[in-house]
């Protein structure tokens, strides 16, 4: 069993040598012990996600989502798989799953709270489990629906928006008819969020001396919905430019998860005069709404209404290069790891 292992607790930017490739001498038991109520699988994608840099500190406060990897044992993360054995009564040998397996080649699932069994996956690649109909893909759907309140007409802006959670942001958003702008940080970028995802407008934020001068530019009346990936100056500049009763849906803060000192925001006034509502959101607090999701996206990708780009690497030993990408913006859509096929 090949696994991706931590060296040691990260400070700073992460490094692929980081993380290191251990290869166990003895071969797997593709059997599970009698009587064993636990559930065997094969990995067969492994998902970047930038959490998982957050879970490579040394994390000493228990209020904290996160609890730390373990340096010297694998890391751990959202990926597809195929169940080989199971004493589980709810997984069957054969089950396609989506969930929280090992960085490794074959996993041993003792406790399957996050497991969702894939049931369809006729005229959509697996790999999409892993981004647009699994984890990241329920981020942009609560946020977007649950948190913004989006209505129609509606000026939107996204920040990391060619990633895994904000390509599909901004095209929930069209879908509603709202204006929609996103900042990414590549041309490439830029162009895919304009010609292929349906953006209005879309910006290098690289290139911009003056994020406010930015955002003045697209937004001239201002911003009622920012989905916020980024964190940083993105988020100081923007709360300048909302509208009154603006909502800000805090998803994540990228650019903030390398730093030992978080980057101040000094625009907070402006949220009084706005009256607008800031609301941090966690993903894992909807899962129950998954169904309901699937019912929405699935038919939107069959009839080409929603596309989604990913970025696959292949390889269990591409994985520590795939992660370390996401932190200098390597990755175009989604990041995922293939395995294996079969
Ligand atoms: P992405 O696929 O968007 O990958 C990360 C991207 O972030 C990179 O490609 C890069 O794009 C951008 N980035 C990296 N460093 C910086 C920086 N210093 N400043 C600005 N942008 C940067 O990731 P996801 O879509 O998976 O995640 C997006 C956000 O959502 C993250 O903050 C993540 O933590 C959060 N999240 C939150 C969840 C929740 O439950 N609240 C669940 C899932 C994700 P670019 O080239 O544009 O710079």
Redesign the pocket.
Known sequence: NKQVILKDYVSGFPKESDMYIKTSGSTINLKLPQGSSGILVKNLFLSC???LRLRMRKIEDTDELFQSFNPGSPLSGYGVAKVLDSGHPDFKQGDLVWGIVGWEEYSLITQPTTLFKIHHNDHVPLSYYTGILG??GM?AYA?FYEVCSPKKGEYVFI??A?????QLVGQFAKLMGCYVVG????KE?VDLLKKNLGFDEAFN?KEEQDLNAALKRYFPKGIDIYFE??G?K?LDAVILNMRVHGRIAV?????QYNLQEPEGVHNLMSIVYKRVRIQG????DYYHLYDKFLDLVLPYIRQGKISYVEDISQGLESAPAALVG????H?VG??VVRLTTS
């Open positions: 996600d930038p959490y984890m990241p981020t946020g920040s990391a060619s990633g895994a959670v904000g900042s990414a940080g590549s970028k934020y990936n980024v940083g993105m998803c994540g803060m990228v650019s959101f966690v993903v894992f996401l932190f200098s913006g990755n989604k990041q």
